[in-house]
């Protein structure tokens, strides 16, 4: 690491809270973006665990109805967990093609999201659509650190209130990220007594998603997003050139 990562790191985790104050989502996928274009995608995703778990966690319990939507996604939880630890092995094997997957990541995600009609999943396919959902969004987290595709433009076709898919998202995320968290340990990549920058990295992401929360209210959410997204796509491209070339 050069004298310039730490600040760099601050400031990627502040802006990633800040993100996920102002859209609820973001702090991963953002986090990824950034760190891949200065870290290997395997340390990355290492940095990125403790303040996600962190930021997660706090959306996951501040909902009413977790025991409701435990019930529901159970089976597309279990299905990401199963999904990250067999593809765990291409981001711990610190193959080169992770940065290239990363970026195509990147890309699908803010290109669906700005451009897909919305659509609605019926009740009736949930059952077996669920765990195929939480396997391939496993096995691109397992492959990237990044776990937001396809489980988010699932979840929000399934005709949730806003404050259960909120929560939906955080169990998602929380779910993914402990799944991560094993993947990565098991290959003794990831270890309890190298927790330091990790655990440092929380308090920039805390006081970003606080100022992000206050952002929320000054600044249109869809303006935001949109031009997260948009830098998000560019950010992918960057890293699938340099995957490639």
Known sequence: MTDLTIPLIAFTFLAAGIVKGVTGMGLPTLAMGVLGALLSPLAAASLLIVPSMVTNLWQLLAGPRIGVLARRLWSMMAASVVGT???????????????????????????????????????????????????????????????????????????LEKDDLVQALGMS???????????????????????????????????GMWAGQVLRRAVSPAAFRRWFLIMLALLGGEMLLRGVV
């Not at 890309?107 to 059952?127: C, D, K, W």
Request: no cysteine; charged share 5%; net charge neutral.
């Open 85 to 159: 630890l067999v593809a765990a092995p291409l981001l711990t094997g610190g193959k080169s093609g992770a940065t290239t997957a990363l970026g195509a990541t990147l890309i699908a995600y803010a290109l669906y999201t700005l451009f897909a009609p919305p659509f609605r999943v019926p009740q009736a396919s949930e059952g077996w659509l669920s765990p195929l959902i939480g396997l391939i969004t496993g096995m691109i987290a397992g492959a990237t650190g990044v776990f937001v595709i396809p489980a988010v433009p699932y979840l929000q076709a399934l005709g």
């Open 173 to 207: 995320f929380t779910t993914s990220t402990i799944a991560l968290a094993l993947g990565l340990a098991s290959h003794q990549i990831w270890q309890i007594d190298q927790l330091g920058l990790p655990v440092l990295a929380v308090a920039p992401a805390l006081i």
